[in-house]
């Protein structure tokens, strides 16, 4: 998932762990979304 972020959005690692815990919840949330969108379209 991190991969993702960082590939795709250019979200570093540390940056997305000093984010809010709601925050990351989302942006995890976002990512699984965005991840089975793209796997729906293949």
Same mark, same amino acid.
């Given at each position: 998932?991190?991969?993702?972020?960082?590939?795709?959005?250019?979200?570093?690692?540390?940056?997305?762990?000093?984010?809010?815990?709601? =925050?990351? +919840?989302?942006? +995890? $949330?976002? #990512?699984? =979304?965005?991840?089975? $969108?793209? #796997?729906?379209?293949?």
């Amino acid at each position: 998932m991190m991969y993702h972020m960082w590939v795709r959005h250019h979200l570093r690692p540390g940056e997305f762990w000093n984010l809010p815990r709601g =925050e990351r +919840l989302m942006l +995890l $949330a976002f #990512s699984e =979304e965005e991840l089975e $969108a793209l #796997s729906d379209n293949n």
